[in-house]
């Protein structure tokens, strides 16, 4: 399959050629640094068309009708001349119908292509889309999110003036995944699609979790971005790292043992930590009542003691980086561990809660 990708040079445009990469679809480019007859030549060759060519911050508004409305028509022509029946997928906007300029030229365009869809039996696809975003956008441009997360990555303080009003939101991994799967399905009820989910958010909610990204670095404190718009944020936000910041030091703790770091602290999930314990020392012996722990030795030996503070019983783990184990800590049992190699022993360690000074939940007591 051969497809045109008019626009090809914008945020939506790369991530649909990414995705089309991976699954060999031959793809044309079209910018507007193309020609007409240019576009003419990859019409009669493709057997679909995105379009996604499209103007939203012109120096006037008649340039809003060229490069929306005028383009599409051209488009719909081509494929009239020449008695090509090709799909077209289009990007409209969410905003047709807000009586602006913007808005006119597209609701134009979307009436093109409905009559090109019923006047050809062909199917059709257009998108009336929210404010998208993700990696590859541009910021002062695409979106709000673009430009606060280009922004709060390189120190530059941005301004909120309300906190409370609320965008409409999808993710552009998702608009993807919507787009792709229109290659090979036919249109059922309605030329208009939907892309799911949506998040709605507040300008507040959003400044709110791009400053905890760029803190957590500092805090260690990371929030919940396994899944929804706390993840597609975190993704987009560090897709605007600079390059000379994708890495940061962490601040531990060094003393005649070895060393200690926190690497990661969670919401609700507790942190990791890393420890590095010199040949012979013993670290540990002290237990918890609540808090409990998984050890993960991932270099060197090491014996680990665990004993029930009501028994005399010593239950003892030989581990070792041949073959990785994790040890439970058990609330209620004093533990330790002693490196028992020649070299530096590291040691992994998940904690269920993040550490609290006032509260730590240990109390010395030899194993």
Known sequence: ???????????????????????????????HNNTFKELEEYIKEVDFIFHFAGVNRPKNNREFYDGNANLTQQIVDILVQYNKKIPILFTSSLQVGNGSDYAKSKELAERMIINYAKNNDVDCFIYRLPNVFGKWSKPNYNTVIATWCYNIARGIEIEVNDKSI?????????????????????????????ITP?????????????????????????????KGFERALYATYLSFLP??????????????????????????????????????????????????????L??????????????????????????????????????????????EMILLIWANENYNADLPDTIFLEV
């Open 298 to 343: 991932i270099k060197g030996q090491a014996l680990i003691e665990l004993r029930s503070i009501f028994s005399d019983e010593v239950i003892q783990y030989y581990v070792s980086d041949t073959e990785l184990e994790i040890v439970e800590m058990i609330p209620g049992y004093t533990h330790n561990i002693k490196n028992i190699g020649e070299d």
């Open 198 to 226: 949506v998040y709605k958010r507040t300008l507040g909610e959003i400044a709110k979790l791009l400053y905890q990204f760029r803190d957590s670095r500092v805090t260690l404190l990371i929030p919940n971005i396994g």
């Open 243 to 296: 390059k000379e910041n994708f890495s940061y030091k962490l601040n531990g703790h060094r003393d005649e043992r070895g060393t200690f770091y926190e690497i990661l602290k969670t919401e609700k999930s507790g942190q990791l930590s890393i420890s590095t314990t010199k040949s012979g020392i013993t670290r540990g012996n002290h237990y918890h009542n609540t808090k409990n722990e998984k050890f993960l």
């Open 1 to 31: 399959m051969k497809v045109l990708i008019t626009g090809a040079d914008g945020f939506i445009a790369k991530n649909m050629i990414e995705c089309l990469g991976r699954i060999n679809i031959d793809i044309l480019k079209y910018t």
């Open 166 to 194: 609320e965008l409409t939101l999808v993710y552009i991994d998702d608009v993807i995944r919507s787009f792709s799967e229109k290659l090979y399905r036919s249109q059922a009820k309605s030329v208009y699609c939907m």
